[in-house]
């Protein structure tokens, strides 16, 4: 959802009403993972085997060359406890949405159309007055995920939502390409061009043969004109990228679900502040680890108190510098170079598999969060 806003009143049997902005539900967008204590959630709330259905069956990215030929191949590992860049839980955020959307639509009451204007905090909980209907209401928790502009954080923290942004200078644009250019395949196919341009491809579940495009360039600005001055930009900037750079720009004029935001991470001093709590990109957006900790964050209304105490520090935690987009996206011919050289190596000799089934003999599984125990409600 893109501007999301959660009231709770009366937890932990909580009476549940989420507000949304825009006029539906939105089913759309690009593939998302699922990793560390986020998988322990889905399993919670038994809909890890509807995900799984339902996952873009990626196998793995494949770093290819100018003429497409394969420079390395990085493979998922087939198990949730420890995964490679590609997740065992690789789904659309549409398709994400619309799964737990149905585990807990007749336990909510969901408004559409609809957004926070202000809130004031009180001593019997929290008032909250709509923008569109002026009306309001008292509830006991005002949980805002309203995205990494969160109108909420600024006014929870006193200040401009821009104050939290760190910009990591990179733009990535994403749209559905009508024809399925990986050819049946199902790993992904990364490609890099100089001046950082990156040509990604993924597949696409949809019988009819689609693939997913995405465009990436390092430019450490926000466009005026949003998807428009986007779309402008990745055609001048790819026009002599090579290998499927022309058809891949063909698409992406013609398509309608083009989506192009900057990279950034929100990086919020605190997450609570007495009955107001930041969810997710409101919080803590970070590109790549995002979804799963806004699922993990999910469920700060039973941690109370210690949410903030839990996520803020694992959030920082996964929040780095850009080092990894420098390494997988270099400049030059020669960083493209040295970089392929590197993969190819750690691929060829089987380094990345070796070092994933050692870590996995000794008892290593990814960073969890140190959650308190959660009873999952029966259906």
Same mark, same amino acid.
């Given at each position: 959802m893109s501007n999301l806003n959660i009231l709770i009143s009366a937890y932990p049997n909580a009476n549940i009403t989420i507000v949304e902005r825009d006029p539906s539900l939105r089913l759309t967008g690009a593939s998302v993972d699922i990793r560390s204590s986020a998988v322990d959630i889905i399993k919670w709330m038994s809909a890890e085997q509807e995900i799984c259905n339902h996952t873009t069956k990626e196998?793995?990215?494949?770093?290819?060359?100018?003429?497409?030929?394969?420079?390395?191949?990085?493979?998922?590992?087939?198990?949730?406890?420890?995964?490679?860049?590609?997740?065992?839980?690789?789904?659309?955020?549409?398709?994400?949405?619309?799964?737990?959307?149905?585990?807990?639509?007749?336990?909510?009451? #969901?408004?559409?159309?609809?957004?926070?204007?202000?809130?004031?905090?009180?001593?019997?909980?929290?008032?909250?007055?709509?923008?569109?209907?002026?009306?309001?209401?008292?509830?006991? #928790?005002?949980?805002?995920?309203?995205?990494?502009?969160?109108k909420i954080r600024g006014m929870m923290l006193d200040s401009k939502p821009q104050e939290q942004l760190y910009n990591e200078g990179v733009h990535v644009a994403y749209f559905a390409i009508k024809i399925n250019l990986l050819q049946g395949g199902r790993l992904a196919k990364w490609y890099n061009a100089t001046g950082g341009c990156v040509v990604f491809l993924c597949p696409d579940p949809d019988p009819v043969g689609r693939t997913r495009g995405n465009l990436?360039?390092?430019?450490?600005?926000?466009?005026?004109?949003?998807?428009?001055?986007?779309?402008?930009?990745? *055609?001048?900037?790819?026009?002599?990228?090579?290998?499927?750079?022309?058809?891949?720009?063909?698409?992406?004029?013609?398509?309608?679900?083009?989506?192009?935001?900057?990279?950034?991470?929100?990086?919020?001093?605190?997450?609570?502040?007495?009955?107001?709590? #930041?969810?997710?990109?409101?919080?803590?957006?970070?590109?790549?680890? *995002?979804?799963? #900790?806004?699922?993990?964050?999910?469920?700060?209304?039973?941690?109370?108190?210690r949410y903030e105490e839990i996520m803020l520090p694992f959030a920082k935690s996964s929040q780095g510098g850009d080092n990894a987009m420098q390494l997988l996206n270099p400049q030059t011919v020669w960083g493209i170079r040295i970089r392929d050289a590197i993969l190819g190596f750690v691929t060829w000799a089987r380094l990345d598999r070796l070092t994933m089934g050692v870590a996995s003999a000794l008892g290593f599984t990814e960073k969890k969060a140190p959650m308190p125990d959660y009873q999952w409600p029966a259906r």
């Open positions: 196998e793995g990215i494949q770093f290819v060359n100018a003429n497409g030929k394969a420079v390395a191949t990085l493979r998922a590992t087939g198990r949730s406890d420890i995964q490679s860049v590609t997740s065992e839980f690789e789904i659309f955020r549409g398709m994400l949405t619309k799964i737990f959307i149905d585990l807990i639509i007749t336990r909510v009451k #969901l408004i559409f159309g609809e957004s926070v204007d202000h809130f004031e905090q009180r001593n019997d909980g929290v008032a909250v007055t709509f923008a569109k209907s002026k009306e309001v209401k008292m509830y006991d #928790l005002l949980v805002a995920a309203d995205s990494l502009g969160s990436m360039n390092r430019l450490n600005k926000a466009l005026r004109d949003g998807n428009k001055s986007c779309m402008k930009l990745m *055609g001048e900037m790819f026009r002599d990228a090579g290998w499927v750079a022309p058809e891949v720009l063909q698409d992406m004029r013609e398509s309608d679900d083009f989506y192009c935001p900057l990279f950034v991470q929100i990086r919020s001093p605190k997450l609570h502040d007495g009955c107001v709590v #930041l969810l997710g990109d409101a919080g803590y957006t970070t590109p790549g680890f *995002g979804t799963s #900790l806004a699922i993990i964050g999910g469920l700060c209304p039973c941690w109370r108190a």
